[in-house]
């Protein structure tokens, strides 16, 4: 099992996301490396309830 199989939004769902997410290469300044993999890992402690 990769990372990918554990993703909690779809392609399409993302998409739809990214475009309100600050911290892109639109953006100029320090930014995340992949804004994604964050959202996906707060998805995850939500859903899981992990601390």
Known sequence: M????????RDDQW???SLYI???ERTR???GR???MFVEAVLWIVR???P
Request: aromatic share 0%; proline share 0%; charged share 30%.
């Open 2 to 9: 990769g990372v990918l199989d554990r993703l909690i939004l």
């Open 15 to 17: 998409e739809r996301m």
């Open 22 to 24: 600050i911290g892109d």
């Open 29 to 31: 300044g320090s930014s």
């Open 34 to 36: 992949d804004n994604r």
């Open 48 to 50: 899981t309830g992990s």
